[in-house]
Structure formats: C-alpha cells, structure tokens
C-alpha cells in the first residue's frame, strides 16, 4: 500500500469505522412481520451530533451525524443518515478532507438498501455508491458511473455508517461480545466488538455515565493491521439514547479523538450539550 492509500485508509477508518464496528442483533420488529415501532428507536428524525476531532494534540475538524426524514428508494422507504467531515484550516494547508456520506437502511434496522459517498482528500475524488441486491444477495462498488464486479454479501449486512446507527438498537448491559456483517461494495466481513465496561467520564465539564467499547481490529487493514498495539475505543452513553460521546484510536503514525461539543435532539428531549 503506497502512502496516499495508507492516508486514505487512516482517514476512512477513523473518521468513519470508528463510529460503526459496534454491532448487535436486530430489533425483535426485524423477526415478525408487523411493521417497526419507530418511536422505540434510540434515533429518531433530527437529532444532529456534533464532533471536534484531534490529530494528537492538533485540532483537526469536525464531524456531524444527522439523522434526516425517511426517504422511499427502490421502492422501500428507508431511514437517512448523513456523516459529513470537514479538516480545519491548519489541516487543510497538508491534507485537506471533505466528505459527505449518505445512507439508507430499511425502517426496521435490520439491513442496508443505498449508499453514497462524495469526497475530496487532496487530489483525489471519490463520488461513490454501494448499491444493494437482496434479492440475489449481492453488493455493487460504483465510482463516478464506473460499477465494480458485485460481491456476494451476508444476510442482514449493513454499510458503514447504517452499521453505527444499527448499533445503537443494542443494549451494552446485556450484550458484551457482538457481532455483524459490514459491507464497503468491495469486500463484505464481519464486524466485532466487546463492551469492556461502564465507566464514568467528563467532556467540557460535563459527565458522563457511559459504556466503553472496543471494535476488534482483526478485519482491519491499513496501519491498524500492522500495529499490534492499535485500538479503538468508543464510549456511548448508558441510556436509552446510547448516544457517542467520545472517540479514541491508537496506532504507530500517532492518536485520534472526536469528542462530542453539540447534540441535538428531537422534541420533547432538548440538546444535551453545547460547547461550539
């Protein structure tokens, strides 16, 4: 892997993977035909969470996660799901990150049904798809009209970032070590983790009751497969929410954090933070 393709992987990892690998099983609406109780969701139409993101000790940019109106693609209505990333001003003058990803899964979280990605790191340019066929249990890589072969997928197999808001369906005090099928349009695996342990942190002079944790990095390439030492470490609130708050990883080239400064979150709930 040459460097710009290891960067590319740093970026994709961290910005993205490390907000997903946190997987569990699905909503017992996704077993029986009746139709889902959104309302019982953890997520739900505007709710907008804000990140500060550092490289070390330099800050970096933000992330936002935004959760839009259902959309009908393909004939199915679908939930939405928007990350976009933007790098600062100082990082902008080395590496220069834009990046919006939208994605689609089915009403009852269970698998993914579009994905799009547009992004400019440097020079390169990326406007992607990942385009899904349950019927014949197949993925589809498309960039800029250029459709990759399709890839066989697993059963219930999520893209990315679906896979983060899919994670929140879980209950960290009742599943430890958990499980599902992430898919990037070239390659389908499966994505592990273990909840470690409760534990009580303060951001911006807040606290936090929350639970740690850690993706298993074994699927992973890039410098994470060549560190033994790398790690992920998310902290989700211990609440009905199971919100992020903090991010963390670890490898060789240095670390990565996103902490949360803004949540907004739909009526009647207000927003729980907001330090800008």
Known sequence: MNIRQNRLEIRWIVVCAVLIYVCAPPPAAAETNEAPDLSQLPFAVGEKLTFK????????????LEVLPPEKINGEM???FVLTVRTNSFVDAFYRVRQRI?????LAVTRSILYKEVHSVRKTKRDSEIRFDWENMKAQYVDFGQAAEPIQIKPGAFDPLSAFYFSRTMDPSHTKNVERPVTDGKKCVMGRATVVKRQKIKLWKQRYDTFLVEPELAEVGGVFEKDKNAKIQIWVTADHRRIPVQLKSKVSVGSFVGALVSAE???PATSVISRR
């Not at 939208?102 to 089915?106: F, L, Q, S, V």
């Open 53 to 64: 993101l550092r490289w070390g000790f330099f800050p970096a940019g933000r992330a936002v």
């Open 265 to 267: 979150l739909p009526t």
């Open 102 to 106: 939208d994605a689609y899964c089915d």
């Open 78 to 80: 679908a939930h939405h």
